[in-house]
């Protein structure tokens, strides 16, 4: 069972890895500034979700030292700052993006 949860920890983790690698090169290339701040957006919600499985997948791999329990610590704190800041920003642009549809 643990086993199963470390392949599927690391299969997110690299689906959202390339995830954030995919927004941020589109993000850059879009002219629109709304289009890019939804993209930054998505793209910070897959940062923070990386880093939150990247401390799970250490609590599940390496034994609970002070040093990694700190290190772990430290991920969930900065992947759920990531994940609210990415939340917050994309119901922002998604706002902005629908009012200025309207005529």
């Given amino acids: 069972m643990v086993l199963t949860i470390k392949y599927v920890l690391f299969i997110l983790l690299v689906v959202c890895m390339l995830g954030a690698a995919w927004f941020s090169l589109s993000s850059r290339r879009a002219q629109d500034p709304l289009d890019q701040g939804l993209k930054r957006s998505l793209m910070n919600i897959l940062l923070g979700a990386m880093l939150v499985t990247l401390a799970l997948m250490a609590m599940f791999l390496f034994p609970g030292s ?38």
Wanted: hydrophobic residues 40%.
């Fill in 66 to 103: 002070t040093v990694n329990v700190l290190v772990e610590t430290v991920f969930l704190v900065i992947g759920a700052f990531n994940l609210f800041s990415g939340l917050r920003s994309y119901g922002y642009y998604s706002r902005m993006r629908s009012g200025s549809r309207r005529p």
